[in-house]
């Protein structure tokens, strides 16, 4: 049974930094695409990075150069590193799978394309 669990929220200040994790268990999650969503107070989920299993990675325009998706095939593990932080990155964070693809990501950042979800990880930031 494929199961998604995150880790690392928090709350920071403005400028702050966080490393949020994403443990896969139940399949090998070096094979697939992985990808990092995120749902304010108030809005619709978005999508704000993935990887597929070569390690090339898409972003938001919102966070590119802040933040940083990346992956330890060894570890079954998903990255989030998110630096210089804004209140309007509060949000719950969501790890997500496609394994119904074959490594690559559509590269949309589309909610439709991943098929397993975690439970979310909440990070506030203030100002």
């Known amino acids: 049974q494929v199961q998604l669990m995150e880790s690392g929220g928090g709350s920071v200040q403005t400028g702050g930094s966080l490393r949020l994790s994403c443990v896969a268990s139940?399949?090998?999650?070096?094979?697939?695409?992985m990808a990092w969503f995120r749902q304010p107070p108030g809005k619709e989920r978005e999508g704000v990075a993935d990887i597929d299993s070569d390690g090339d990675a898409t972003y938001a325009d919102s966070v590119k150069g802040r933040f940083t998706i990346s992956r330890d095939n060894t570890k079954n593990t998903v990255y989030l590193q998110m630096n210089s932080l804004k209140p309007e990155d509060t949000a719950m964070y969501y790890c997500?799978?496609?394994?119904?693809?074959?490594?690559?990501?559509?590269?949309?950042?589309?909610?439709?394309?991943?098929?397993?979800w975690g439970r979310g990880t909440q990070v506030t930031v203030s100002s």
């Open positions: 997500a799978t496609d394994t119904a693809g074959a490594g690559s990501c559509f590269g949309g950042l589309a909610e439709y394309e991943f098929n397993y």
């Open positions: 139940g399949y090998s999650s070096s094979s697939y695409c």
